[in-house]
């Protein structure tokens, strides 16, 4: 076969050279695989700012945000101002397959979409808890923690959609109604992980600092506003080319992330959109939650203040 065609008016190029070192995939399987969940990945992706991690042969992955001035005119973007980085940063906006083919003609292996839609007026679509085994734990910590946020977010009468995150972890998503807050939906996703802490602190931890985690798995509340997280049907750039994957709660126990490659899940996709089938209406936070997470400090700025702390500590001592 050679080794360019057109695919849905995008020339693609080097499709049989091979896609990183250890992915035993070449370019050509992405894009096959990209344009076999088509309309699946793009739902995740559609309206919201995009970053994707490419990879190109014998260098580093990089993430990149801002649209190279190579960019065809015809894929969507948005111009934002990016307060870490102060600076204008022109976003795509991957609103259709075409689109998403490109991105894969540029080696872009991962897609992170931000939690909010380019319109930020509407709020967050979703919480999101990202659920990280230490050194020395597997996926089954990190499925135990899952039930800890599962009967956390019960008790308060929500529910969530889960999916693997491609690596060792998981990610809980939680569908909220248009207008929440950023600030609540903040608050609400530090008080979601805190309570589930305290089910059982001995599996999980909400410490942001790596040191203080005494190898739990690590409920991180900190995605949240303008925050990426990578999409579901995202393929990831780690051997054998994991892929971020739905799996409904029942099955959860059994799943292994080694299930899902960018080789097996159309197999295990078939015509199915499970991430769609799973996620639960958008819901209402309760009050009590909010309040509850507007007394839990940030954890980023937690972490800094005291790792300066700690600095100062060891500098005296």
Wanted: aromatic share 6%.
């Amino acid at each position: 076969m050679g080794s360019e065609e057109v695919r849905a008016g995008v020339t693609l190029t080097n499709l049989d050279k091979p896609l990183f070192d250890g992915a035993e995939a070449t370019k050509r399987d992405l894009v096959d695989y990209l344009e076999f969940v088509g309309d699946r990945l793009v739902n995740q992706l559609r309206d919201r700012p995009l970053s994707v991690v490419r990879i190109r042969p014998g260098q580093e992955p990089f993430m990149q945000k801002n649209l190279p001035k190579y960019t065809p005119e015809w894929v969507p973007r948005i111009t934002l101002w990016a307060e870490s980085s102060r600076r204008e940063v022109t976003y795509a906006l991957c609103d259709d397959v075409r689109t998403l083919l490109w991105f894969g003609n540029q080696r872009a292996v991962e897609y992170h979409p931000t939690l909010l839609l380019a319109d930020y007026s509407a709020g967050p679509t979703h919480l999101v808890l990202d659920l990280d085994p230490s050194p020395g734990q597997t996926f089954r910590h990190a499925v135990f923690a899952a039930e800890l946020i599962r009967a956390a977010l019960a008790a308060d009468g929500l529910s969530g959609a889960v999916k693997t995150s491609g690596a060792k972890g998981v990610h809980v998503f939680v569908p909220v109604v248009a207008g929440t807050a950023v600030e609540d939906a903040a608050a609400a996703t530090r008080a979601i992980a805190a309570r589930a802490e305290r089910l059982d602190p001995e599996l999980a931890t909400t410490a942001f600092i790596r040191e203080d985690r005494e190898g739990k798995v690590f409920l991180d509340s900190t995605r949240a506003g303008g925050a990426t997280v990578v999409a579901a049907y995202s393929p990831r750039i780690r051997p054998g080319v994991p892929v971020s994957f739905p799996v409904g709660w029942a099955d959860l126990a059994d799943a292994k992330p080694s299930d899902f490659t960018l080789r097996t899940a159309p197999d295990r996709l078939g015509d199915r959109d499970p991430w769609a089938d799973e996620m639960p209406a958008p819901q209402q936070l309760p009050a009590d939650l909010i309040a509850e997470g507007h007394t839990i400090p940030v954890a980023r700025v937690q972490a800094m203040h005291e790792g300066k702390r700690r600095a100062r500590a060891r500098r005296t001592s």
